[in-house]
């Protein structure tokens, strides 16, 4: 190899290795619970026979486009919302209905926030939360 090509190839690598150790810039949307809850419990907002689950992009970047937030009751299935964007650092709250047959005696769910992948996220391992409300 001649020395004229040998730089190039070095300062290439240099940069892939430092592209790789960068972390990823971007939105985080996660599901939030209430400031007084705990534990899956934390996640139960009522508002009559609806859940209001809490969206908060917890990161500075802006989300600009709407995603999806499905919430998965167990018995009663699935239900999604719209969130809408927000800047960073904010949240979007929204509703669905929760099935009538879900609190046999409690009410199982699970939060999908993002769930069709419509915001690229600096994390996407942090987008599902088990929730429950207490018969």
Same mark, same amino acid.
């Given at each position: 190899?001649?020395?004229?090509?040998? @730089?190039?190839?070095?300062?290439?690598?240099?940069?892939? @290795?430092?592209?790789?150790?960068?972390?990823?810039?971007?939105?985080?949307?996660?599901?939030?619970?209430?400031?007084?809850?705990?534990?899956?419990?934390?996640?139960?907002?009522?508002?009559?026979?609806?859940?209001?689950?809490? @969206?908060?992009?917890?990161?500075?970047?802006?989300? @600009?486009?709407? &995603?999806?937030?499905?919430?998965?009751?167990?018995?009663?299935?699935?239900?999604?919302?719209? +969130?809408? #964007?927000?800047?960073?650092?904010?949240? &979007?709250?929204? +509703?669905?209905?929760?099935? &009538?047959?879900?609190?046999? #005696?409690?009410?199982?769910? /699970?939060?999908?926030?993002?769930?069709?992948?419509?915001?690229?996220?600096?994390?996407?391992?942090?987008?599902?939360?088990?929730? /429950?409300?207490?018969?």
């Amino acid at each position: 190899m001649h020395k004229h090509s040998l @730089v190039p190839a070095i300062i290439g690598g240099l940069i892939g @290795v430092a592209l790789i150790g960068c972390p990823r810039q971007g939105p985080d949307l996660v599901a939030e619970p209430r400031p007084e809850g705990q534990g899956a419990d934390g996640f139960c907002r009522r508002d009559g026979n609806n859940l209001v689950v809490r @969206v908060r992009n917890q990161a500075n970047p802006d989300v @600009v486009v709407q &995603s999806t937030t499905i919430v998965t009751f167990s018995p009663g299935g699935p239900r999604s919302a719209m +969130t809408a #964007p927000m800047p960073g650092g904010s949240f &979007s709250d929204v +509703t669905v209905e929760i099935p &009538s047959g879900c609190s046999n #005696p409690d009410c199982d769910f /699970t939060i999908n926030v993002d769930a069709n992948n419509d915001v690229s996220e600096s994390r996407e391992d942090n987008n599902v939360a088990a929730g /429950t409300c207490i018969g």
